[in-house]
């Protein structure tokens, strides 16, 4: 495994492929295993976030990643955002639905079909501007996106143990059981 760390323009790579190599012929492959059994589970909350995640610009929709990390006495996979502001960004007030039937009625008071359809863009982009796309949902409305599409779902995710069922063989096999 290798990890990229990017800081805007500056990026530095790590390449721990050796070290990898070396704890799972110690452990009979339990590196490599847990580190492709998490990634595949944060890739599954990586994906439903990224689905409806609240976009403006695009680039904290565009800036998740999977990192692993080796440490002197553990292996941690993490699901991570570049975007610096992540923490802090809400979904709208308003939800989709609502933002397009306030511009349809708006639309509506146009005179003509034209007027009609000159006053709903207007209205829509206004709207767009104000609140983005708006919510996708009513529970989410308000709600911090990192918290309700990422770390929610991973808590929930873990509390299944989900996880540690899978690499139940290579935790007995690193407890000295068979």
């Keep these: 495994m290798s990890e990229r760390i990017d800081f805007g323009e500056v990026a530095v790579t790590i390449d721990d492929s050796r070290l990898i190599a070396h704890i799972d012929n110690v452990t009979e492959g339990a590196a490599t295993s847990f580190i492709r059994i998490a990634s595949r589970h944060l890739g599954e909350?990586?994906?439903?976030?990224?689905?409806?995640?609240?976009?403006?610009?695009?680039?904290?929709?565009?800036?998740?990643?999977?990192?692993?990390?080796?440490?002197?006495?553990?292996?941690?996979?993490?699901?991570?955002?570049?975007?610096?502001?992540?923490?802090?960004?809400?979904?709208?007030?308003?939800?989709?639905?609502?933002?397009?039937?306030?511009?349809?009625?708006v639309g509506a008071r146009g005179k003509t079909p034209e007027a009609q359809a000159r006053l709903y863009s207007f209205w829509r982009a206004r709207l767009t501007g104000r609140h983005g796309?708006?919510?996708?949902?009513?529970?989410?409305?308000?709600?911090?996106?990192?918290?309700?599409?990422?770390?929610?779902?991973?808590?929930?995710?873990?509390?299944?143990?989900?996880?540690?069922?899978?690499?139940q063989r290579d935790l007995n096999k690193l407890a000295g059981r068979s």
Excluded: H, M
């Design 45 to 105: 909350v990586k994906a439903d976030a990224e689905a409806v995640w609240p976009r403006r610009t695009g680039y904290s929709a565009g800036a998740f990643g999977i990192r692993s990390r080796v440490g002197a006495d553990e292996i941690r996979v993490s699901l991570v955002n570049a975007a610096r502001y992540v923490y802090y960004i809400k979904f709208s007030l308003r939800t989709e639905e609502s933002l397009e039937q306030e511009a349809r009625t």
């Design 133 to 167: 796309k708006g919510a996708p949902t009513d529970r989410l409305t308000g709600k911090r996106a990192w918290i309700e599409l990422v770390r929610k779902p991973a808590k929930q995710a873990s509390r299944q143990r989900a996880l540690v069922s899978e690499l």
